[in-house]
């Protein structure tokens, strides 16, 4: 008996030593945390993880899905199938496009995932919301000034974007809104879109709250983004510059003379006079710097200066520009310190003579030189020398001058200056 007790103990130690324990200390088979992977607007992967290291068999696994709608499940599916599997670790995953059928978009759905073996059923449970089809988010105002500002967003589609655009009004008059909208047919899935109120609006008013939503549509209707606002800043005094003449002067724009009527520029031809063009009563007289700045360029053939501002201007109706140019044409006796421009910086104080009234580079309707003597003056956001763009001019009309500017009539100078208002 001893001896049979020995060899059982012996029996036992040796067991123990090499890993072998009974059924009842085997490890049942476990689920890990359900999950939701590949989630679109109308599908999605729900999967497990399944353990099962004393390697059971796994006679059957599934799922069952539902959507919540005002607190009930609804479109309740569930599917199975049969792995007979006796693996140690293995994923559980059932695509909803194939198992479930298509999602609704922007809804809530709750899933549980089971598996069953020989030690009984496992099951582990989630929940997801799928996305919009289309949504709209806002980005920060920028540009924001007295009188205008740029509205911002971000589109995230699924589906083809037919149109977009926004929704303004002043917060204190909500009843008025306004609604600008555009069409771009675009399939990208990612779109920025941004609006200038003064471009797409109006001039705001300074010190003013605006409200404003931004959206989107596809073939199936439209979506908005959250209320954004924005303040306007205080209304910015307008720059006052010298006049370009010591004299009261009398301002006509193109009133005649080939190609004018065609010109987009908003320019001033001044000459000295309270009457009308006088041109021998402005030959020689001196012209000056509007405002400090660099001379970019100077020819004498035409008898051309332009200088580059870079201390801001902002004219009457509250358009501010960090950098502008002021040019002067056909001009005499200009400064020869002026010719090195092109090698070092030549800087000129407001006030500083450029040269005297003329007509150089001035030709008449048949090509021939002219004595209409007057300066040609113009303000422009770029250099018009080396863009030629007559968008960029900025009207005179709405910039503040120490002197007297009186400005002549009829639809040429009604639409060259007094309507060309001036834009960022």
């Known amino acids: 008996m001893k001896t049979a007790m020995r060899t059982l103990c012996c029996l036992l130690t040796l067991c123990l030593l090499l890993g072998v324990t009974s059924a009842s200390a085997a490890t049942k088979p476990s689920l890990g945390a359900a999950q939701t992977t590949n989630l ?11 353990k099962n290291p004393s390697k059971y068999k796994i006679t059957e696994c599934g799922f069952s899905l539902w959507r919540n709608e005002n607190g009930k499940c609804v479109e309740f599916k569930s599917g199975k199938e049969n792995p007979n599997t006796t693996g140690s670790a293995f994923l559980i995953f059932y695509d909803t496009a194939k198992w479930y059928g298509a999602l609704k978009a922007d809804s809530s759905y709750g899933f549980s995932i089971y598996a069953k073996s020989t030690c009984g059923t496992i099951t582990a449970t989630g929940s997801f919301k ?6 709209v988010s806002l980005k920060p105002v920028t540009n924001l000034t007295d009188t205008s500002a740029r509205i911002a967003g971000a589109i995230t589609a699924r589906a083809k ?16 809104k306004w609604e600008k909208s555009e069409t771009i047919n675009s399939a990208l899935t990612s779109i920025d879109m941004w609006y200038d109120t003064q471009k797409w609006y109006k001039a705001l008013t300074p010190e003013t709250k605006y409200e404003y939503v931004l959206w989107a549509a596809t073939s199936a209707g ?46 001033l031809d001044m000459y000295n006079s309270k009457t009308g063009n006088n041109c021998s009563a402005t030959l020689n007289q001196p012209i000056f710097a509007v405002a400090a700045g660099r001379v970019v360029q100077a020819n004498r053939a035409n008898g051309v200066v332009i200088i580059e501002h870079t201390t801001p201007l902002t004219t009457t109706n509250g358009v501010t520009y ?13 400064p020869a310190a ?3 421009f092109q090698n070092k910086a030549v800087n000129v104080t407001a006030g500083a003579l450029l040269g005297t009234a003329h007509a150089k ?23 018009p020398w080396t863009t030629g763009d007559p968008k960029s ?6 910039v503040k001058f120490n002197g007297i500017v009186r400005y002549g009539s009829g639809p040429i100078i009604d639409r060259k200056i007094k309507n060309n208002l001036p834009t960022p």
């Open 222 to 267: 439209r979506e908005y983004s959250p209320q954004g606002s924005f303040t306007t800043a205080k209304k910015s005094a307008a720059t006052v510059l010298r006049s370009p003449m010591n004299v009261e002067i009398w301002a006509d724009t193109y009133a005649d003379g080939k190609g004018h009527e065609n010109s987009n520029y908003a320019a």
């Open 393 to 398: 001019a900025i009207s005179p009309y709405f």
């Open 322 to 334: 960090a950098k502008w140019y002021s040019s002067y044409g056909h001009m005499a006796n200009i």
């Open 161 to 176: 974007v037919t149109t977009c655009g926004f929704v303004i009004w002043d917060a204190q008059k909500p009843a008025e």
């Open 338 to 340: 002026f010719d090195s």
């Open 40 to 50: 679109t607007a109308a599908s999605a992967t729900i999967s497990v993880d399944l």
């Open 361 to 383: 580079g001035l030709v008449d309707e048949k090509g021939k030189p002219s004595a209409a003597y007057h300066l040609h003056f113009q303000i422009n956001k770029v250099n």
């Open 130 to 135: 799928t996305p919009k089809t289309l949504s």
